[in-house]
Nanobody
Framework: QVQLVESGGGSVQAGGSLRLSCAAS????????MGWFRQVPGKEREGVAH???????SYADSVKGRFTISRDNAKNTLFLQMNSLKPEDTAMYYC????????????WGQGTQVTVSS
């Protein structure tokens, strides 16, 4: 059974940084395709950053140059380093995993809240 557990959210002032972690079990972070998403109540979920099995990354335009997705294969953990945070980054952040042969993400974590104050 695949399980993803996020941590690292919190409250920070604009311009600050946070690092989110996503510990995976039943799934190989090093060989998988994973991503970070965020959602604000009343709005659609937004894909923030993705990484594939070859280590290729992609980012939403709104976070390019500020956020970095990475993984620690030994710890089987996915990370999202968030720098230069803005109030509009405030959201619930979710880690997700998919089998690389399909496009849809099938496993989601419980989410971790990020709040950025101005």
């Amino acid at each position: 059974q695949v399980q993803l557990v996020e941590s690292g959210g919190g409250s920070v002032q604009a311009g600050g940084s946070l690092r989110l972690s996503c510990a995976a079990s039943g799934y190989s972070v090093s060989r998988g395709c994973m991503g970070w998403f965020r959602q604000v109540p009343g709005k659609e979920r937004e894909g923030v950053a993705h990484i594939d099995s070859n280590g290729r990354t992609s980012y939403a335009d709104s976070v390019k140059g500020r956020f970095t997705i990475s993984r620690d294969n030994a710890k089987n953990t996915l990370f999202l380093q968030m720098n230069s945070l803005k109030p509009e980054d405030t959201a619930m952040y979710y880690c997700a995993a998919r089998w690389c042969t399909v496009r849809e993400y099938s496993t989601w974590g419980q989410g971790t809240q990020v709040t950025v104050s101005s």
